[in-house]
Antibody, heavy 120, light 108 residues
Framework: QVQLVESGGNVVQPGRSLRLSCAASGFPFNNFAMHWVRQAPGKGLEWVATIWYDGSHKYYADSVNGRFTVSRDNFKNTLYLQMNSLRVEDTALYYC?????????????WGQGTLVTVSS | SYVLTQPPSVSVAPGKTARITCGGNNIGNEGVHWYQQRPGQAPLLVVFDDSDRPSGIPERFSGSTSGNTATLTISRVEVGDEADYYCQVWDGSSDQGVFGGGTKLTVL
């Protein structure tokens, strides 16, 4: 069965960096685009980043563009989110989500999330 | 940037029909996707590409679009349907994903 397991969330000070990982299993990872979506405490869902199945295209929300970098290792079946220059407003539960296909732009499987708290 | 507008809340009695709307400019030209999020859980895709259902999602969940509005319809509502519902599209003009603000469905 499809499994997505996020890790790397932590409490960090503003301006610091953090790298999130998402370990995927149960499906051919290199055939599916992947996404990061976040949810601030008590708030709605916010799309963060998308990477195509082969890593050839990457897209970012305006709120993170230039600070966050999405990447993938198709040999390790792992998705990453490098988060630099973190801000208090980046505090959220970060989900990785699988695309329905190579790039369909809808998310059919989600992990349980990893919590990032940015606070001084 | 593209904006999707949802009502903050919808209430319905068990066994009745709930309709949750999602407004966006020419949303009928986009592929609209809907997610259910129960408290403390990850989101679940319930409708994709306007009106298709993933396997395992009951036929009670259906979607439609017309003009500037997409609608998620839940027939014969059950207590277990109580959740937050989000619409989502991909904005091809900016290459960015967009979620609506979410609608809390309360089953009275």
């Amino acid at each position: 069965q499809v499994q997505l397991v996020e890790s790397g969330g932590n409490v960090v000070q503003p301006g610091r960096s953090l790298r999130l990982s998402c370990a995927a299993s149960g499906f051919p990872f290199n055939n599916f685009a992947m996404h990061w979506v976040r949810q601030a405490p008590g708030k709605g869902l916010e799309w963060v980043a998308t990477i195509w199945y082969d890593g050839s295209h990457k897209y970012y929300a305006d709120s993170v563009n230039g600070r966050f970098t999405v990447s993938r290792d198709n040999f390790k079946n792992t998705l990453y989110l490098q988060m630099n220059s973190l801000r208090v407003e980046d505090t959220a539960l970060y989900y990785c989500a699988r695309d329905r296909g190579r790039i369909e732009y809808s998310f059919d499987y989600w992990g349980q999330g990893t919590l990032v708290t940015v606070s001084s | 940037s593209y904006v999707l507008t949802q009502p903050p809340s919808v209430s319905v009695a068990p066994g009745k029909t709930a309709r949750i709307t999602c407004g966006g400019n020419n949303i009928g030209n986009e592929g609209v996707h809907w997610y259910q999020q129960r408290p403390g859980q990850a989101p679940l895709l319930v409708v994709f590409d306007d009106s298709d259902r993933p396997s395992g999602i009951p036929e009670r969940f259906s979607g439609s679009t017309s003009g500037n509005t997409a609608t998620l319809t839940i027939s014969r509502v059950e207590v277990g349907d109580e959740a937050d519902y989000y619409c989502q599209v991909w904005d091809g003009s900016s290459d960015q994903g967009v979620f609506g603000g979410g609608t809390k469905l309360t089953v009275l």
